[in-house]
């Protein structure tokens, strides 16, 4: 059987620096940092005392939320389903009456997550329980800390009938999730997959790496040069959170319904390095990442050389020169030759699990609109990179340009887990 | 009472008519549409509401509004 293909119809988000398509695409443009500084943190003796908690008072979407008493739902829930509402009108489909309409068999959800519903636990569970009081728990206790909470309550608004489920891999989850529902289209199981990740902002989550030194301590003053990736003076990366949900849809479905079509995703590869050789719990093994890099590209049918822009996974860690070392290696470009790349998380901080979904997101409003962001903090381009590329492929001014027809995107999380996906042009 | 004991349970449902317009006699969950686990809610804020403690043995005592409406006025007189 011939492989369908697969485009997205449809983008939704909530970010650190924005919510909303929009607000997103201009936040990211101008470069405006969703960083701030955060006194609970000071309060409970973090090292590092910022991070970046979307606010989404202002989304379109927000009477979503008390129609389907997501009051006492986690962040997750809240996060996702503004994402997915907004994605599914953004892709020109109408969100049902939840009375009067029928099951939607062609259309699955797939949200995944880091963590999961941990605020949920925290907040409501912890302190209702340890009281003796677990009767007074609410019926809705289940239904939003379950792993597939996000997926189960999109689906609740939009009456899907297809594969419902929620992956999880560490910080490749979102691009994962993108995959799942790629695998899913292809096959012919789905016309349309609603795919995407979300994260939590939380003290308890937050504090695990903070223990670890992994997070910046060192520009608490100044949060909005805290995250510096591919600089010299990269000092950790910087915790976030939110969601992007995006609408995968069979390419004929689209076009048969006249959708606009902002990408194709053309090329996926999902493997891990098995923690064996350089490849630990923590850091990408060298042989993974470029084997699944490469099978990315071979999976799009096209060469190296075709690639015009790398949306990197790039956290401000001392991985980054790893990270540009193997995407030298694997399209054998180096110096002037190598693709433009930036960072998304100098913007808007390192949303764990949901950063996949919300830096694919910006890496097609980037293709589709033209222009290329900011990549921030990196006046002071680490040597070792400075040997690879010719520093002036590190967006540091926002370019326009029209001739971005395929990027490279890929995620890399805790179990030496990688993802990657090669966008391309419509 | 009546009236309160309904406000409290359109919280519970999409369909806002059908509570609108319900009588003593019609059940919770078979006429209302209430999705059956929303009953512990509905206890829980009638507790609340009239600042009572309602036993779990009533649970699936409490059938239709009018069961609901007189247990409450039970208790509070």
Redo the contacts between chains.
């Keep these: 059987m011939n492989r369908k293909r697969v485009v997205v119809t449809g983008m939704g988000i909530v970010a650190s620096n924005a919510t909303g398509l929009e607000d997103f695409k201009n936040a990211i443009k101008d470069g405006k940092s969703g960083i701030k500084f955060l006194p609970e943190l000071q309060k409970l003796n973090f090292g590092c005392q910022i991070g970046g908690i979307p606010n989404f008072s202002n989304s379109k979407y927000i009477d979503i939320l008390e129609?389907y008493?997501f009051e006492n739902a986690g962040q997750n829930v809240k996060y996702s389903c503004l994402a997915a509402a907004e994605a599914w009108i953004d892709a020109g489909l109408t969100i049902p009456d939840?009375?009067n309409s029928e099951t939607d068999y062609d259309t699955g959800v797939i949200i995944g997550s880091g963590v999961g519903n941990i605020d949920v636990f925290t907040d409501k569970i912890y302190p209702i329980v340890s009281q003796g009081s677990v009767?007074?728990l609410?019926?809705?206790t289940a239904e939003f800390t379950m792993f597939s909470a996000a997926s189960a309550n999109i689906a609740l608004i939009l009456g899907c009938g297809n594969h419902i489920s929620s992956n999880s891999s560490a910080c490749s989850t979102g691009a994962e999730s993108i995959i799942l529902g790629v695998e899913r289209i292809r096959n012919g199981l789905a016309k349309r997959m609603i795919v995407g990740s979300t994260e939590i902002a939380s003290p308890y989550v937050w504090g695990a790496f903070d223990s670890m030194r992994v997070l910046c301590r060192d520009y608490n003053d100044t949060p909005e040069r805290a995250s510096r990736p591919m600089s010299a003076s990269a000092a950790g990366f910087v915790p976030s959170a939110g969601a992007g949900v995006l609408i995968l849809e069979d390419m004929e479905s689209a076009l048969e319904r006249k959708a606009r079509i902002y990408a194709e995703i053309s090329g996926v590869a999902l493997n891990s390095g098995g923690q064996r050789k350089d490849g630990t719990m923590q850091a990408p093994g060298t042989e993974g990442v470029r084997r699944c890099l490469r099978q990315s590209i071979e999976d799009a049918g096209i060469n190296a050389g075709q690639i015009d822009y790398i949306c990197g996974h790039l956290s401000s860690t001392m991985a980054d020169v790893l990270e540009i070392n193997n995407w030298a290696a694997v399209l054998n470009r180096y110096g002037n030759d190598f693709p433009y790349i930036n960072s998304l998380k100098s913007i808007t901080g390192h949303a764990l699990g949901a950063s996949g979904t919300i830096e694919t997101i910006a890496a097609i409003i980037q293709m589709y609109y033209g222009f290329l962001f900011p990549s921030l903090n990196c006046e002071d381009v680490h040597n070792k990179i400075n040997d690879l590329i010719n520093p002036d492929k590190i967006v540091r001014k926002t370019i326009y340009t029209k001739n971005i027809n395929f990027v490279a995107k890929a995620s890399f999380g805790f179990g030496d887990i990688n993802a990657s996906l090669i966008l391309k042009k419509i | 009472m009546f009236e309160k004991i309904l406000k409290i349970i359109e919280k519970y449902t999409f369909n806002k008519d059908l509570v609108k317009n319900a009588k003593p006699e019609s059940r919770i969950i078979a006429d209302l549409n209430i999705n059956s686990t929303r009953i512990v809610d509905i206890i829980l804020d009638v507790e609340e509401e009239f600042n009572i403690e309602v036993e779990d043995t009533m649970l699936e005592k409490l059938v239709t509004v009018g069961d609901l409406q007189k247990y409450v006025e039970s208790k509070i007189s």
């Design positions: 129609k008493h939840p009375i009767r007074k609410r019926s809705h």
